[in-house]
Structure formats: structure tokens, C-alpha cells
Nanobody, 115 residues
């Protein structure tokens, strides 16, 4: 499966962004039955987990994302979204989407939060 992330940009502290990740190359039933997640990598740091939307059950969030970020998925469009509110400078990073289908990764989209 190929993943295309978009929606990054520059915002001020407290602002919001909505990231989108479009999947292609997988049939709908396969996409629907696999988890989709968001990770991020800040400059000089390792990539870290942000959120995951599984095929069933509640979404999972990193502690820093709880209450500020919301992951959702539109299976009919094979897309996953990350709504980010209350952004902080420490949220500055390249955000990647990931599919559990063959552990596929998108190319990343840059989020910059300035004070």
C-alpha cells in the first residue's frame, strides 16, 4: 500500500491543523481490516508514536496527544486523519502515517509550531 500524507504547515501556539493520509494500492476490505497510525519525528529525536486507529476498538494515543489530538478514519475513502488542537512548540516535527499493511509508511508532512 502507498500512503500520501498532507496537511502540515506552520501555525502559532494554540493553533490547529488537520493532517490527512490517503492510502492507495490496497482493496477496501484489506484497508478496513488493518490499523492506521500517526508517528512523528522531531529534529534530533527518534520517531515516536502519536496515535492509532485500529480496525475495531477505541483509538490509541500517546500521552502527549491525549485530549488534544483526535485520530479518525474514513474507510470508504481509505483515508486517516489527525486533528491536532492546542498545538505547542514541542509538537514541531515531521508527521508520518503508517499502515499495518506490510508496515507501510508515508513520506511525512512537516508541522511547525511557533510561539
Amino acid at each position: 500500500v502507498q500512503l500520501q500524507a498532507s496537511g502540515g504547515g506552520s501555525v502559532q501556539v494554540g493553533g490547529s491543523l488537520r493532517l490527512s493520509c490517503a492510502a492507495s494500492g490496497a482493496i477496501l476490505s484489506v484497508f478496513r481490516s488493518n490499523s492506521m497510525g500517526w508517528y512523528r519525528q522531531a529534529p534530533g529525536k527518534e520517531r515516536e508514536f502519536v496515535a492509532e486507529a485500529t480496525d475495531s476498538g477505541p483509538p490509541k494515543y500517546a500521552e502527549f496527544a491525549e485530549g488534544r489530538f483526535t485520530i479518525s478514519r474514513d474507510n470508504s475513502r481509505k483515508r486517516v486523519f489527525l486533528q491536532m488542537n492546542g498545538l505547542k512548540p514541542e509538537d514541531t516535527a515531521v508527521y508520518y502515517c503508517r499502515s499495518s499493511i506490510n508496515n507501510s509508511w508515508g513520506q511525512g508532512t512537516l508541522v511547525t509550531v511557533s510561539s
